[in-house]
């Protein structure tokens, strides 16, 4: 599968390559494609446990916008807790399951965007930004576990992605 990226990052603006692998990321998330691989591909009711910190909503970004986060602060944490929730999915799946080839290209889309971040020199992440991308990386016993359905955790990982990258990217929110 695809290892988790630390990356750094700089730079308020989303970077060209950013945009142009958010647009990739909103084509392969569109709902029919969420619904068809992370829904009616998997068995009824089907859930994934993820760390409690690996589900990043709309509702927690307006609140850490309101803490004064920056936006550069803000899409690298949407990148960590993406590519690790993708790479949960993928964890569960067999390599012949019919979602297993889109699971992994999601996974590619997220380390080709890992690099993107690892070209910025690491400024000041916020510190409860820096603190949670640890959170998500320790993954210790101690961790408080959810189960959440694999199509929630990408359907989460698209709205954020638009709050994020709509306006510095473009993304017709189609």
């Excluded at 997220?110 to 409860?128: H, M």
Aim: proline share 5%; net charge positive; with cysteine.
């Amino acid at each position: 599968g695809c290892p988790g990226v630390l990356a750094v990052l700089g730079l308020e603006a989303a970077a060209p390559g950013e945009c142009e692998l958010t647009r990739l990321l909103q084509d392969k998330l569109q709902y029919e494609m969420r619904l068809q691989y992370m829904k009616h591909y998997f068995p009824i009711d089907y859930t994934v446990q993820v760390q409690y910190e690996e589900v990043l909503r709309p509702s927690n970004i307006t609140r850490l916008r309101n803490g004064t986060v920056s936006e550069a602060a803000l899409r690298y944490l949407w990148f960590h807790v993406s590519s690790q929730a993708v790479l949960r999915i993928l964890e569960v799946l067999p390599e012949k399951h019919p979602s297993w080839k889109y699971t992994q290209e999601l996974c590619q889309l997220f380390d080709a965007l890992g690099e993107e971040y690892s070209k910025y020199r690491q400024t000041d992440v916020e510190t409860v930004v820096a603190d949670l991308v640890k959170l998500i990386h320790s993954a210790g016993a101690a961790s408080r576990r959810k189960a959440v359905r694999p199509k929630a955790l990408l359907d989460n990982c698209l709205k954020v992605m638009r709050m994020l990258y709509g306006v510095p990217c473009e993304l017709g929110i189609r």
